[in-house]
């Protein structure tokens, strides 16, 4: 997958709250010029005001004005909302068919909602930075359904699950999951939100670290919310899976009957504040600016301090099939035209405290830019007037009083050159698809030359140049590194036996094992026939003695089902660390002298060579 070009079109923050993000990363960033950002959208003031007068909060007083929000939230809290707000904002329907963008956002505040709650009485982080991470929990789903429409919705026809995702690499070479790492990473969400991503899905925490218990809280808020929005069949059969998330997470029955019945209401009151009750739908979308699906309307936006002219002309545009918002000052119509994206821009020179001039200046210089077509209504024809006009920006020019006949005649004209430009678009996005799966191709091939087919593991020529990697850096930075050489103990007498086809599920068995077995950030590659090699960065030779055992017991005690083996499958492992190789190769020579010395003494065991 080719990272630049993806993410061009993925999920993106609206303008204002990119802003807001850029802004807030600023070392000298005050609450004050925050607020002062934030406050030039209604709409956004009012939700994080809502965002911090929440229950969860726990505020004794109401929260009025957005500094003391940002105060009693924080500036990462912030940040986040805004940037999940503006992602609902813009994607609350696409072109991808089989993706229900509608139930995606209810489970994901519904998932919010329940996160926020459980952290709250279980901290483990901000329970306002939690409400962010439920709600971008699954925004890789989003992203390939924005950048592969058709081709994620015959994946989405055809799997879901684990099959799902096991699709999606097929196809894109990546997963939701995956790319929704990529994104709040790329997005500066904290490292802990991260790692509990990447664990939430596992049955098996070994450990009980602050990011394993964020990672349970996290995988009870998905349970809970898919019990709330399924119905009550359903809801049978997810009641023990909550149960037993909930278990795991310190919390009897009570306390989940409890967490049931607030984020309920909670979500509840959400939907209807962000717009995504089902009677509130229809409404929002009008007030959203979202374009019209008919390709001849144009979503355009008068400007003008008259109110008449305003009625008037709305109302001749809007018989024409055109989608009019009016504004009455130049400020007020960057405002909207920012927020919404108008094609068209038709306004008026004298107005005040923005006049036409001003306004036409600041859209071309906004990210909007080169994308809309402006008109002025001009009283002034003089050369000078107009030449400062189309200095400004403008595309065109309509007397005042205006004749509504002459008026219509311009828009058709900027009509045609907006639809070329939206062609031209197409095109370029055509380019942009057959590149990003050129990358996506390039990537499989790669995936491929570096993995064995078998197992899935990485295979040998992977292994030796990661190994290198991991040497550099343990030089470079004075950490340790161990390895572990593995073969499986008397195996060919497993294909002599049971033939080549029991020998490879042996294997498979035996990579599954030890994949499962080790650290997330340790690496198990297989060589080649019953060989196999653990990378195990940051590790001395103690600890590395202590996993290496701990693999050789699951894979004596796990034994491969279906298969009559003619002795129980084991290991032999020759351990070495970097603290006594001089270098990369005389690391691989202790490991594989200690690997020997374990044969030597009647293998199934464990060996560690530091001489």
Known sequence: MHKPMLCDSLPTASRTAAAILNLAQREDVTAEALAQLIQTDPALTGRILRFANAPAQGTRRPVASVIDAIDLVGLPAVRQFALSLSLIDA?????CEAFDYAAYWQKSLARAVALQSITAQASTVAPKEAFTLGLLADVGRLALATAWPEEY???????DGEALIALERERFATDHDELTRMLLTDWGFPQVFIDALEQNHRDDFRDDDRT??????????????????????????????????????????????????????EWLDWTRVIGLAED????????????????????????DDDPIMLIRLSRQLEAEGHHIASRRDGEAALAYAIEHEPEMVITDWHMKPMNGLELCKALRESALGSNVYIIMLTANESEDALVEAFGAGIDDYVVKPPSVRVLKARIRAGQRILTLHKKLARERK?????STELAAANRRLELMANTDQLTGLPNRRYAMDRLEREWAQARTFGRPLSIMMLDLDWFKSVNDSLGHDAGDQALVHAARVMRETVRTSDVVCRMGGEEFLIIIPDTAGPAAIQTAERVRSAIEQRQPQGLELPRPLTASIGV???TSAASLKDLLLKADSALYQVK????????YTST
């Open 153 to 159: 919705s015959e994946c989405l026809r055809k799997a």
């Open 280 to 303: 509130d739908q229809t409404g929002d979308a009008e007030l959203s600016g979202r374009r019209p699906q008919v390709e001849e309307r144009l979503h355009i936006l008068l400007a």
């Open 430 to 434: 055509e380019i942009e698809r057959y």
């Open 212 to 265: 394993v218990r964020f990672a349970r809280q996290l995988a009870l808020a998905r349970r809970i919310a898919e019990y709330q929005l399924a119905e009550e069949p359903r809801r049978m059969t997810l009641s023990p899976v909550m149960q037993t998330e909930a278990r795991r997470c310190g919390l009897d029955d009570e306390d989940l009957a409890q967490l049931l019945r607030g984020p309920q209401a």
């Open 91 to 95: 994607h609350r329907e696409g072109r």
């Open 600 to 607: 030597q003494n009647g293998r199934n065991g464990v060996r």
């Open 576 to 578: 070495a660390d970097s």
